[in-house]
Every structure is written in C-alpha cells, then in structure tokens.
C-alpha cells in the first residue's frame, strides 16, 4: 500500500527558512498536499502541487515536487514563531479519493 | 470559502454512554466526508468515509456498529461513539471533500471533538 514518510523533528531559528520532506510509494496522486496542525486544532490546508508541476510558490511557501524520486517539500521562508506547529503531508490514494497521511514533521521555531 | 465545523469541540462522558459528534461544511455542499481519530503525537488514522444518502464506508478494523455514521444531508455528517469505553478517548477530526473548487479532491477539516471517557 501506500507509505508516506516525513522526518518527526524540525528546530530552526526564527527569520531562517524551514524545509520540511516528504516521500511517497505511490506516484499516481493528482494532487499533492500540505497541512498544518496547530496543538489540540484540526488540519489547515496550507497549499498543494498539482503532479505535473515541479514548483508552486505561494508568499512565503514554496513547494517543490520530484516525481522522480517521489519527493515532495515544503519551504517556508522567514519562518515566524507562529510557524511552530505539526505539518503532514498527503497524498491521494490510487483510485479512490482517500487521502495517505505522512508522519507528520513537527517543527518547532526559537526565538 | 470552504469551512467546515464541529460540533461539541470538547465533550467528557461517562463510560457506557453514547456521543454524538456533529460535522457540517458551512459554505459548500460534500457528498463525501471523512471521519479520523488521531492519537496523540501521531498521524491522523482515517476510520470510515461518509457518504451521503448511502451507508458509510468503514476502513479495516474500526467497527462500525461502534461508530455510527450518518451523512443526512450534503452538509452534514454525525459520528455516534456507541457505548463509549476510555479506550475510546481520543481527539476525533472530519473533513469534507470539495468538488468543483480550486484544486479538486481537496478536503477541508473541521477543527477537532476531543472526547473523554471516563
């Protein structure tokens, strides 16, 4: 089946960039997607990638998706205190309209 | 655009006692939603897509005479926890599938029930 994998841990300094990884199996999702989990809240969608795209740049997010290696990352620039929450990624299921769930990276920002 | 809501956000229950768990997309129409449970410090875990005017369709090993699901109307879907044991406990997201808006398939989700099972 599919298996979304991200790294659990990410500390970076405030007004640095973050860049948060993604690997997927399976290469047949149309869109690709990140959220963000702020703690005890649901998911906000924060941006996604159609697949035929390589970049998708929206303010301080940048995307960027390598079919080839089915690795997909998030970018966020002048990462903010206010950054500092859970991001997963996701992917749509083969067929259906499910979505995979990454591990979710939990980035932490110091001040 | 494209919002979605839940409804309580909170609840504490007694063990052996039936929660109702409410989601609604308040700006669009979901023929689809989908019910998660995430555990904490983990990934959201899908339990059953809701569809509507038809049974929900429940993933391996969550059992659906337990978690009742009901999608009445193209805004609304409930999850009924049946009998609720503290194992049951567990913070409780749905989404609801966008057709026709920028970016299709897209879901949006609700902000979360934590329930409580005492």
């Known amino acids: 089946g599919e298996d979304v994998e991200q790294s659990l841990f990410l500390s970076v300094r405030e007004g640095d960039s973050s860049v948060i990884n993604c690997t997927y199996t399976?290469?047949?999702?149309?869109?690709l997607y990140w959220y963000k989990q702020e703690p005890g809240a649901g998911l906000q969608l924060l941006t996604y990638?159609?697949?035929?795209?390589d970049m998708k740049q929206d303010q301080r997010l940048t995307v960027l998706l390598n079919k080839k290696d089915k690795h997909l990352s998030l970018r966020i620039a002048d990462t903010q205190t206010g950054d500092s929450a859970i991001y997963f990624c996701a992917v749509i299921l083969s067929g259906t309209y499910k979505y995979i769930f990454g591990t979710g990276t939990r980035l932490k920002v110091l001040a | 655009g494209a919002v979605v809501s839940q409804h309580p956000s909170r609840v504490i229950c007694k063990s052996g006692t039936s929660v109702k768990i409410e989601c609604r997309s308040l700006?669009?129409?979901?023929?689809?939603m989908f019910w998660y449970r995430q555990f904490p410090k983990q990934s959201l875990m899908l339990m059953a897509t809701?569809?509507?005017?038809?049974?929900?369709?429940?993933e391996q090993g969550v059992e659906k005479d337990k978690f009742l699901i009901n999608h009445a109307s193209l805004t609304l879907s409930t999850l009924t926890v049946t009998s609720a044991h503290p194992e049951d406990s567990s913070f409780y997201i749905c989404?609801?599938?966008?057709?026709?808006?920028?970016?299709?398939?897209?879901?949006?989700f609700g902000p979360g029930t934590r329930l409580t099972v005492l």
């Open positions: 989404s609801a599938r966008a057709q026709g808006q920028k970016g299709t398939d897209t879901q949006y």
């Open positions: 990638i159609f697949s035929n795209m």
């Open positions: 700006d669009f129409q979901a023929t689809t």
């Open positions: 809701s569809n509507e005017g038809s049974k929900a369709t429940y």
């Open positions: 399976d290469s047949s999702s149309t869109y």
